[in-house]
T-cell receptor, first 115, second 113 residues
């Protein structure tokens, strides 16, 4: 009963370093999302994907890249980390995204600190 | 553009008292509305959702929310707070024709014994 799994759970980076966050879901969901959560701002959408091989920009995409090579995986990359990217990152997935009010299922988050 | 406003970033209630969390949205079309709960160091869990059926929606853990189109509100209530309700609560809206959620800023609930 894994649902949505995020790795790693915690990471500390130095400014300018790169890293990739991995999200895996075992529910055969078509849609996947990456959010960042900052105090008082709720969750903001970074990028999302509506199916294998597709990606699209969300509300705050700058400084991030994503890839969806396999349906079950959605990767979030930081090419050159900046202190402003210190945040908690959440991955989510949903069966579909259109019209049916399908809820999104969330992972437990990755706490990322950029020094 | 749609937006979601949650009034009050922190709410303190006594155990057994009413919990009321306010959410107002702006949307030019009938939306889908959600309430999620986040416990410490965990992801978000769905409490309930409104998808244009009944305006009073019942969710898990005794929570319910009422959709009021005239007030563009979707407030969350629970008649009697329990210590386990201490968490952060997020209201979110998704337009029927879209596939992205817009979240409110969240309301952290503290339950006093």
């Amino acid at each position: 009963n894994a649902g949505v799994t995020q790795t790693p759970k915690f990471r500390v980076l130095k400014t300018g370093q790169s890293m990739t966050l991995l999200c895996a879901q075992d529910m055969n969901h078509e849609y996947m999302y990456w959010y960042r959560q900052d105090p008082g701002m709720g969750l903001r959408l970074i990028h999302y994907s509506v199916g294998e091989g597709t990606t699209a920009k969300g509300e705050v995409p700058d400084g991030y890249n994503v890839s969806r090579l396999k349906k079950q995986n959605f990767l979030l990359g930081l090419e050159s980390a900046a202190p402003s990217q210190t945040s908690v990152y959440f991955c989510a997935s949903s069966l579909t995204g259109e019209g049916a009010g399908q809820p999104q299922h969330f992972g437990d988050g990755t706490r990322l600190s950029i020094l | 553009a749609q937006s979601v406003t949650q009034l009050g970033s922190h709410v303190s209630v006594s155990e057994g008292a009413l919990v009321l969390l306010r959410c107002n949205y702006s949307s030019s079309v009938p939306p889908y509305l959600f309430w999620y709960v986040q416990y410490p160091n965990q992801g978000l869990q769905l409490l309930l959702k409104y998808t244009s059926a009944a305006t009073l929606v019942k969710g898990i853990n005794g929570f319910e929310a009422e959709f009021k189109k005239s007030e563009t509100s979707f407030h969350l209530t629970k008649p009697s707070a329990h210590m386990s309700d201490a968490a952060e609560y997020f209201c979110a809206v998704r337009k029927a024709a879209g596939n992205k959620l817009t979240f409110g800023g969240g309301t952290r609930v503290l339950v006093k014994p």
